[in-house]
């Protein structure tokens, strides 16, 4: 078959899989079941039939508006399914046909699922971060069976699976700076679903990509997070809102204590065995489990609060698709900062 049209396949199937994606973003968040009830219009109630919930166009012929009530559908919609279509085929167009295709493909969907919940609702379901985290170990075990070296690293004169070195480096990166934070500034600076995202990240993607991804993440969160937060702070002094307005949320910060047994819980992925618990209650009807952490549920945002994760997922999949640029370009700024030419 000619590339292009395999390219085709594959973006079609990706904006497919963004169809489904908007249903995780709007349901996850509130507890919804993603099964039931089958798609519908949230203003009339109407169950879409299959000619409404055709991948980009459907939403165009129908000019952004439902077709039986004319209520208007946000653009998010549409964005959603042309991104997942567009990073499909960039990964694909990346890796070629390989194992590391079809994991990086599923490992996106939940990025940019966990992008634009966490824009929206500054939490990012455990449920997502627990998907990513169960590919990062599948992929690992995949290049085992295939007995491929890059399933392994050597720390310390020890032979590690990647992903178990890569989760733990991670997860003490992130859970250093959420600690930091609440000394430094006594608030919380990073939720726990950040750190979270990272443990994931580290599972999947090579330490080194995942690393310079994290530093992409920090440099995207104080340009665009920082300019954001003085456009707002300036709306609302020309609002002649009071000065208070843009102060921290009310929330009270972590206790110290509990954020450093919070982070050891998920250095040993404690975390991780309280979810399959709370699954199996759930399936058994004893317990209604809504995919977030309490803590992330009870979160007030103030008017000058930025998510961090949606930098952590831009700049992961830039860093994804972009792998050979980006550890070049590290590359070279390397041996320029530390004078080898």
């Known amino acids: 078959m000619p590339e292009?049209?395999?390219?085709?396949?594959?973006?079609?199937?990706?904006t497919v899989v963004g169809s489904f994606l908007n249903v995780l973003i709007y349901r996850l968040p509130r507890g919804l079941s993603i099964v039931k009830p089958r798609s519908h219009c949230p203003s009339c109630k109407t169950e879409l039939r299959a000619r409404d919930l055709i991948p980009l166009l459907s939403f165009l012929w129908q000019r952004g508006k439902c077709r039986y009530c004319g209520a208007r559908i946000s653009w998010r919609y549409f964005w959603v399914e042309l991104t997942t279509g567009l990073l499909f085929w960039g990964i694909y167009w990346r890796y070629g046909w390989s194992w590391d295709t079809l994991f990086y493909v599923f490992f996106a969907a939940a990025l940019i699922a966990a992008f634009f919940i966490d824009l929206e609702h500054f939490v990012i379901p455990d449920g997502l971060n627990l998907f990513m985290l169960g590919l990062g170990i599948a992929r690992n075990a995949v290049l085992i069976a295939e007995d491929n070296p890059q399933a392994w690293m050597s720390v310390g004169g020890w032979k590690l699976p990647y992903a178990l070195v890569g989760a733990v480096v991670c997860t003490l990166l992130f859970a250093t700076i959420a600690v930091?934070?609440?000394?430094?500034?006594?608030?919380?600076?990073?939720?726990?679903?950040?750190?979270?995202?990272?443990?994931?990240?580290?599972?999947?993607?090579?330490?080194?990509?995942?690393?310079?991804?994290?530093?992409?993440?920090?440099?995207?969160?104080?340009?665009?997070?920082?300019?954001l937060v003085i456009f707002t702070l300036k709306r609302q002094s020309l609002a002649g809102a009071p000065s208070a307005a843009g102060a921290a949320p009310s929330t009270p910060p972590e206790p110290l204590t509990q954020m450093l047994l919070y982070s050891l819980a998920l250095l040993v992925a404690l975390d991780v065995l309280v979810f399959l618990y709370d699954?199996?209650?759930?399936?058994?009807?004893?317990?209604?489990?809504?995919?977030?952490?309490?803590?992330?549920?009870?979160?007030?945002?103030?008017?000058?609060?930025?998510?961090?994760?949606?930098?952590?997922?831009?700049?992961t999949l830039i860093a994804l698709i972009g792998k050979p640029y980006v550890l070049s370009l590290w590359d070279a700024y390397w041996r320029w900062a530390t004078g080898g030419g």
Do not use: C, Q
């Open 4 to 14: 292009w049209y395999i390219g085709l396949v594959v973006f079609i199937y990706g």
């Open 180 to 227: 930091m934070g609440r000394v430094m500034f006594r608030k919380d600076a990073m939720g726990f679903g950040d750190v979270k995202l990272a443990r994931a990240i580290g599972t999947l993607m090579p330490l080194k990509l995942a690393l310079l991804a994290f530093a992409g993440a920090v440099a995207l969160g104080a340009i665009v997070g920082g300019l």
């Open 279 to 315: 699954g199996v209650r759930s399936l058994l009807g004893s317990h209604k489990v809504s995919g977030t952490s309490t803590e992330e549920e009870e979160f007030v945002p103030g008017l000058t609060t930025i998510p961090f994760g949606p930098y952590i997922v831009a700049a």
